[in-house]
């Protein structure tokens, strides 16, 4: 499933070697209708060998929204002074014939792409990230609206465009979870690459699969609440209740019930009332009300 709306020129179309002689079209004039990124680098510079290739893998992935040119500066010395190029690897992007970003030095594989989608956009085109951006959005609402295998699907295919989108991994994740298939839901989890493993959208997803695993074993909310209302200092019924609680739905009671056990008794099982506080404050948005009271509340209890 290719997510992706641009232009479908081949990459020999996209990523050229250039010269002095070709600079003017290949650049200048190529530029008036699409951007170019210009790699100045010579064949005894270390770091272009690692710059070149990943610039590549972020225009070709671009699919026409930006073209490059390789300019090698031992070749190109009149270029390289017009452009007062110091040091090398150099990368200027253009368009409408004018210098209008650029960088020096080896950046790592999430800044090009960055640099990339930030020149298209400058050039009024819609980046890579962009669009696959507008699809995790899309697979959101899917996921909302109850449509969690459709979603999965969305969120699996915006992955096969780029493995290292946290908010789409951390997506799927979620979308097992709502179809019940936990297992499957935690070996994805388990999965994911080193470079998004600790990212917000990650730790999201495993604290909701936290919480899935903790509802399948919840007990009924009646007799829980009956046995605290029966003796409020027993914090095992009022913990198996808050989890009772927040596997119905009532997350708001259910963190309320795990301030009370703080308040009654913070060191209580290891500390548990807290940190199953934090987990349930994990799998929110950091700006949804419950997490602010709950957060505010817990700080107040905590610097008493």
């Keep these: 499933m290719d997510l992706l709306n641009g232009g479908n020129a081949p990459a020999t179309d996209l990523i050229k070697d250039g010269t002095e002689a070709t600079f003017m079209a290949d650049v200048v004039e190529t530029s008036q209708e699409t951007p170019v990124i210009v790699d100045f680098w010579a064949p005894w510079c270390g770091p272009c060998k690692t710059l070149g290739p990943m610039l590549e893998e972020a225009v070709t992935a671009a699919k026409g929204a930006v073209k490059m040119v390789k300019i090698n500066v031992d070749e190109a010395q009149t270029i390289a002074a017009q452009m007062r190029i110091q040091s090398i690897p150099t990368v200027y992007a253009f368009f409408k014939g004018q210098p209008v970003d650029g960088f020096q030095g080896a950046l790592p594989g999430s800044e090009i792409k960055a640099f990339v989608d930030r020149v298209i956009e400058a050039a009024g085109g819609e980046s890579p990230g962009g669009q696959l951006d ?47 298939d936990l297992e499957q839901a935690e070996a994805i989890l388990n999965g994911a690459p080193a470079e998004i493993s600790t990212s ?3 730790e999201a997803a495993h604290a909701q699969l936290e919480l899935a695993k903790q509802a399948a074993d919840a007990g009924p909310v009646a007799e829980l609440t009956a046995a605290v209302e ?55 948005k950091p700006n949804d009300p419950i997490v602010l009271n709950g957060r505010r509340k817990l700080s107040s209890m905590i610097f008493a």
Excluded at 253 to 273: I, M, P, S, Y
């Design 134 to 180: 507008d699809a995790v959005q899309a697979a959101e609402e899917m996921l909302a609206e109850g449509a969690a295998a459709d979603a999965a699907q969305t969120f699996a295919a915006i992955l096969g465009e780029d493995p290292n989108h946290a908010a789409a991994y951390g997506g799927l994740v979620r979308a097992h979870i709502a179809t019940g």
């Design 200 to 202: 917000a959208e990650l």
């Design 230 to 284: 029966a003796d409020p200092d027993n914090h095992q019924a009022r913990f198996d209740l808050a989890q009772a609680l927040h596997a119905n739905g009532n997350v708001e009671e259910a963190v309320a019930q795990l301030l009370e056990l703080f308040h009654r008794d913070r060191e209580w099982n290891g500390g548990a009332a807290k940190t199953q506080l934090f987990t349930i404050f994990d799998a929110l």
